[in-house]
């Protein structure tokens, strides 16, 4: 692996580049204040809401985009009454419930979703935030089996059971003109290959096949998008990362880019089921929606060409 600290301070963005415009701040497009990108009336659930970017990014950006009601989930519910405050600062009307779930108990997400179900007929939106990073080694033989699984036993079990309980509700009144919407957070590192990553990626590259199949089970009624974030100054960020002083996207972005997919299901359903970053300019990638469609891009697949078509004379 090349030495990180080597590499263009803007190299997370530029490597990864997959429209002519890169951003690592709120631009207009995706301004969640603009009326084309409302989310009124809407309730959304936010997981891992009292730090990182589900407190500075995600949480803000549903807010100023002017959902009825936001659900802030963490482990501790106690820890989300700053984020609380700082959430009634930019809309004093906006109904706030903090649930206490750790996600990757069954109990705990099944207790929360009765909390949540009771006090409010529908939930539009879930983000699917909450995530950790607890790689030991960079050399599989050294990898603790708990340490490594703890990454899915989080990421990918605990993805899927706040998955199951929104769409069980969902179910009922999702319609192809108004869609459960489903974001999955992943990382790039899914798609690359990273040693001192590797429970992480791991994980993360799941979720993205996890997210196709989501969108898979429910064709027009549920629309689900595998979303990475890009380098963000989080608790998560390994040391290498770290130290190799990588510009960081500012927050806001990232809330702002998951506000623009979910508020108009009928703008963004070319992206179902796909992956994409946040730094990548909406307005190119609706303007290649076609190219994006017909050649299957943004989809984790098999590098080969298969099928016995390929050997008849």
Do not use: C
């Not at 935030?129 to 990454?151: M, Q, Y």
């Amino acid at each position: 692996m090349a030495d990180l600290a080597a590499l263009p301070k803007d190299w997370v963005v530029t490597s990864g580049q997959f429209t002519r415009k890169a951003f690592t701040n709120v631009y207009p497009a995706i301004d969640p204040t603009k009326a084309e990108n409302s989310l009124k009336g809407k309730t959304v659930v936010v997981t891992g809401a009292s730090r990182g970017l589900g407190a500075r990014g995600i949480a803000p950006a549903f807010v100023k985009a002017g959902v009825k009601a936001i659900v802030l989930s963490a482990t501790k519910a106690a820890t989300l009454a700053s984020v609380e405050e700082d959430l009634k600062k930019i809309n004093p009307d906006v109904e706030i419930l903090a649930v206490s779930a750790d996600i990757s108990s069954r109990d705990q997400v099944e207790k929360a979703w009765i909390e949540i179900n009771a006090r409010f007929d529908k939930v539009h939106i879930l983000v699917n935030n909450a995530g950790v990073e607890t790689t030991d080694s960079d050399k599989t033989h050294k990898l603790d089996p708990d340490i490594f699984f703890r990454n899915f036993e989080v990421n990918v079990k605990g993805t899927h059971m706040m998955t199951q309980q929104f769409l069980k509700a969902a179910i009922p009144w999702a319609t192809a003109t108004d869609p459960a919407r489903l974001i999955n957070m992943t990382s790039s590192s899914a798609w690359g290959v990273w040693p001192f990553l590797a429970a992480y990626s791991n994980s993360k590259a799941a979720m993205i096949h996890y997210t196709a199949t989501a969108a898979a089970s429910y064709p027009g009624t549920v629309l689900a998008i595998a979303v990475n974030p890009g380098l963000n100054d989080t608790e998560i960020i390994p040391s290498a990362l770290r130290e190799a002083n990588f510009h960081y996207n500012d927050p806001a972005l990232t809330g702002a880019a998951l506000v623009w997919l979910v508020a108009d299901p009928a703008r963004s359903q070319f992206l179902n089921g796909r992956v994409l970053t946040v730094e990548w300019d909406v307005e190119e990638l609706v303007a290649r929606k076609e190219e994006i469609t017909s050649k299957n891009l943004l989809t984790m697949q098999l590098n080969a060409t298969l099928g016995a078509e390929q050997f008849a004379k």
